[in-house]
């Protein structure tokens, strides 16, 4: 395959996102270079989110996470499109409230420096620790066609979107936002047809939730208020109770 080639299947178009990386345990890394920030689809005007992503070096694309301990690592760096960096991650640790947070370390280093030291687009692994590749679990097989008739079967049987987007995502080896781009924009129309409210509310909810480590009050109030579900945040509090809750002014997951 062709470098253009590569950079064709990579090709990513406006409003489509790299999936973040899937870092799942102790040690696990990804090395590449800084090829775009955008900001994050939950950015506020009181905390603004940048997501940034990486060309690995086998050539493939991802979000890096925007957890608290990430992002504080990004504005530590002045992390910049074109640097070269090494994200390693540590496990959990305890915050300063308490709360157990994915930890990270962060190597930077400028572009212009790099590509000086290492003139080669292909680095080998001896030189800068590779990717590792998730892992290859047994997942079902499904056309898409079948994919979009198991989401319908779903919505027909009361799970919310979220609930069959996941369900089908966890069952497909998937990512959730594959899933959904695989959904036609009909169907969705559909289940949005026969969805509640309230089940509106906590799909958003719930897709919050899995994108932070953790999120104040006045952050959850500001995103739930901007996304005009009908509700107002204290509602929307009690509609989640059952896999939410707030503790020392954040929301978190139960």
Do not use: W
């Not at 270079?33 to 940048?50: A, G, L, M, V």
């Not at 996941?166 to 959904?180: F, N, P, Q």
Request: contains cysteine; aromatic residues 10%.
């Amino acid at each position: 395959m062709s470098i253009d080639e590569v950079f064709k299947k990579h090709e990513v178009s406006a409003g489509q996102f790299a999936p973040f990386y899937p870092f799942e345990k102790d040690g696990d890394n990804v090395a590449g270079k800084i090829i775009n920030s955008h900001e994050s689809q939950f950015s506020t005007q009181d905390n603004p989110q940048t997501v940034y992503d990486i060309k690995t070096f086998e050539e493939e694309i991802y979000a890096l996470p925007t957890s608290t301990v990430a992002t504080s690592l990004y504005k530590n760096s002045n992390l910049k499109i074109g640097d070269y960096v090494k994200m390693t991650y540590k496990g959990e640790v305890k915050s300063k409230r308490g709360r157990n947070v994915k930890d990270f370390t962060l190597s930077v280093v400028d572009g212009e420096t790099f590509e000086k030291m290492f003139p080669k687009q292909k680095i080998s692994s001896d030189a800068v620790p590779q990717a590792p590749k998730p892992k290859k679990a047994e997942k079902a097989e499904m056309t898409d066609n079948e994919l979009v008739n198991a989401f319908a079967s779903m919505i027909l049987a009361g799970k919310s979107q979220f609930e069959a987007t996941k369900a089908l995502a966890d069952k497909t080896g998937k990512s959730i936002k594959e899933i959904k781009e695989l959904v036609p924009e009909e169907k969705k129309q559909q289940a949005e047809a026969t969805e509640k409210p309230s089940d509106k509310a906590k799909d958003f909810v719930k897709d919050l939730i899995e994108f932070y480590d953790e999120i104040s009050v006045k952050e959850f109030e500001a995103a739930t208020n901007s996304a005009h579900l009908g509700f107002n945040p204290e509602e929307i509090l009690e509609l989640c109770k059952d896999f939410i809750k707030v503790e020392n002014d954040l929301v978190l997951r139960k």
